[in-house]
């Protein structure tokens, strides 16, 4: 948790990771996401709350998905999007991410929707804005290297919330390459918040990062053993382009060890939901007919993220509706 | 004609092919297009029919040319455009074709704008939205691979009928790379299914395909007999990203043979009109001054272009203005 | 000075070019950007005066920085923008320049903003355009080669008129890589025009243009020379990107003898200012301690540069706000 992300009294003022966000915020994320998904079903998907604010997705890593989901949710609340793709981009002429950041503050954006392949880049950024006295401009962490990626553990909890109505009585397991996952960690970051009493963490001792225990889950390496009896089984993506070394023989060996099929996916409990934050290796983690199947609740997931993207907006702006923000 | 892209009472759903279009549903585009002409001759070039619907531009394959047209189209009716260019991104990370439209579906897509380098992939992503029970979803072809680009069709016959009224006398000639032009397929298709009685296709034998023949429509390997007393042209351009092998033997021989040059002209009738889809090979399928001159309507087929489109998407979003949709 | 950017009663047609443009029109661009500068600081920085009007951001040299200042200047009156990079695209078609300005004009397009690595081409399209007869169609040049950027003089005039007040009795100093600077030339042309009693340009020998004597400025090769007693310092961008022989030895010996130092910066007046166009190489022209300085005034010029933007897009469209067009 870092202390930028709050303001003074408690309030949200930046996204960068959901390590430490206290759970109000994270159910008045929910209560907001509630309303949104609504405007999402009508005829005219729009609402003026954000008319003329300006708001930067900048992608130092290429994303055309997540960035997709981030304009989508902007465009529906009628502001101004620019995308800016830096990686191939100003950083060719030299110029440093602060001083790209300075002059789009100059410009009078209004919220920053950071990319980045290192951890910690947003975080980075939000410190630069307190250090400028810029406390008005927002930055919405979208994915930094290895550390969070808080949108999507929120999306997360919210398809949960959706489809078990509670938390406090719930297993959950988190299946595969967790050491590459900024996902996972914003996944166990808010199950521990929201009272989850059982996480399970299970992945080949090559892709589980050795500090798994201090967060407060139960690290394994047998798949059956971690579905065994679940709620929810949360898969991550081979993160195959991360991988720099060999950290696993094939995908069809990958598969056969640590992939979801139909016969695995038994020992769970007959209502349980299977979740991937997508883009699905299909055959990889995860068996096609398990992806498809009346289990999956992996689109249901992306509707949601619209939703939950347009309620973290509307409160970093304090444009929230109702008596919510 | 695939029964994918037609209502079970015979509305539009998706616009896929021209092949077996109704005529109806031809005459009923050009008429919406009429009063959309005139939108983008308006000061303020918008109208609010498309208001918080959600268009996806997804182009496999680069063409800022005529993704520019349908991103126009689409804001001058007040829609949200979202751009993807797939070619280079969501596939690099292994996600298929129907596992980014179902995402899409899943943000609440109204339409998708395909240009794919494999003919048939719009109907496939059609058949996979039937599939699926999402039928309010709807797919517009902006050319696939060697098979149809509709709008191009549909403009073009538009461009014919303002200038000569009425289609059943008319004698046409379409000259050049036929073998590779997915734009010809549409044209022919059009032109017979408005009642065009003679249509000339011309072309050197190796970019002739086999089976023209069977279209209805008179082969040629002669430029001049093609030309003599036609009331229009339809040149096509010469593909020459699309060659691989040698089908031609340089730039400079094509045009000796099969360039329409203003002496070449002269055979058609004197009124008769010279269109072309673009961008031109300046020099090779046409002389600068034919493309330059009186007779060509080059200019005008894109804006009609620009009202074609905009009639397409009104009337597969329903929301066709006046009495005709 | 061209005189195809005033219309015959001597109102501004197209900005192509900062020399020769007369002192009331600068003026008046001016006077406007006041007006929008209150805009950019509105909870809704959104005014209706480009609304239905479709602008192209046309760039054949990439930059992303510059795109963005002209995409938020457009969107907050309302505009349609859409982005085209040429680079990569269309021209791969063998399509020429004038053949997709022809296109886009009849798309019904009402403003070009051109970015182009070759001198003179916007007043190309502008001749173009006159030629065709679509005086309605409005060119603003965004950086062409070696020749001009006006936008970036004018907010650099902006800026100084802000400081100082009024011009007639500053001296002012341009330091740096005159050779390759577009911005230079706009500078100096304007500089003039405003009645600066005294420009001093300084460089070394290898980076400064023949003719330079003939604009009525003072050459020097010693910095400290330069900058003894000056009102204003506009430092320019080492064009590394754009060397193709060895104009320099090192970056490190450019910064010892070029460089903008605290120690140099003691030789100009103690409330001189210190502008730079941007992207800064911090430890290259300019000293990060002097660039984060209290002299520097970098971030408000990229704040008036949207400013400025905004008052030439609606000078050229002829929707300029109150009675000043």
């Keep these: 948790m870092t202390p930028l992300q709050l303001t003074p009294d408690g309030r949200l003022r930046h996204l960068l990771t959901l390590d430490g966000l206290p759970e109000p915020i994270l159910q008045q994320i929910f209560s907001l996401a509630d309303s949104f998904l609504e405007v999402s079903e009508r005829a005219v998907k729009k609402v003026p709350l954000l008319r003329g604010k300006s708001v930067f997705n900048i992608f130092f890593e290429n994303s055309t998905r997540t960035r997709t989901t981030f304009e989508i949710a902007a465009a529906r609340l009628s502001a101004d999007v620019v995308n800016l793709n830096i990686a191939t981009s100003s950083t060719a002429k030299g110029e440093s991410l602060l001083d790209t950041i300075d002059n789009?503050?100059?410009?009078?954006?209004?919220?920053?929707?950071?990319?980045?392949?290192?951890?910690?880049?947003?975080?980075?950024?939000?410190?630069?804005?307190?250090?400028?006295?810029l406390d008005h401009v927002r930055v919405l962490n979208a994915g930094d290297g290895r550390h969070a990626h808080p949108t999507q553990g929120l999306l997360?909890?919210?398809?949960?919330?959706?489809?078990?109505?509670?938390?406090?009585?719930?297993?959950?397991?988190?299946?595969?390459?967790?050491?590459?996952?900024?996902?996972?960690?914003?996944?166990?970051?808010?199950?521990?918040?929201?009272?989850?009493?059982?996480?399970?963490?299970?992945?080949?001792?090559?892709?589980?990062?050795?500090?798994?225990?201090?967060?407060?889950?139960?690290?394994?390496?047998?798949?059956?053993?971690?579905?065994?009896?679940?709620?929810v089984i949360m898969m991550l993506r081979l993160q195959n382009e991360r991988m720099h070394g060999s950290f696993i023989a094939t995908t069809a060996e990958y598969h056969e060890c640590w992939g979801l099929t139909p016969e695995r996916l038994k020992r769970a409990k007959p209502d349980a939901i299977v979740m991937h934050p997508g883009p699905m290796n299909r055959g990889v983690e995860?068996?096609?007919?398990?992806?498809?199947?009346?289990?999956?609740?992996?689109?249901?997931?992306?509707?949601?993220?619209?939703?939950?993207?347009?309620?973290?907006?509307?409160?970093?702006?304090?444009?929230?509706?109702?008596?919510?923000?």
């Design 104 to 133: 789009l503050c100059a410009m009078m954006a209004d919220m920053f929707v950071i990319r980045h392949a290192a951890s910690g880049a947003p975080v980075r950024i939000a410190q630069h804005l307190a250090e400028r006295g």
């Design 156 to 231: 997360d909890m919210y398809t949960i919330r959706h489809y078990k109505k509670e938390f406090t009585r719930l297993t959950v397991a988190v299946v595969g390459d967790v050491l590459h996952s900024r996902v996972a960690r914003s996944e166990i970051a808010a199950l521990t918040t929201l009272g989850v009493p059982e996480v399970r963490v299970a992945g080949p001792k090559t892709l589980l990062p050795k500090a798994l225990g201090e967060l407060g889950v139960q690290v394994t390496h047998d798949l059956d053993e971690a579905l065994d009896g679940v709620d």
């Design 286 to 325: 995860i068996a096609s007919s398990v992806a498809d199947g009346p289990q999956a609740v992996i689109l249901p997931q992306v509707t949601f993220g619209i939703a939950i993207r347009m309620a973290v907006f509307t409160l970093l702006a304090g444009v929230a509706p109702g008596g919510l923000a």
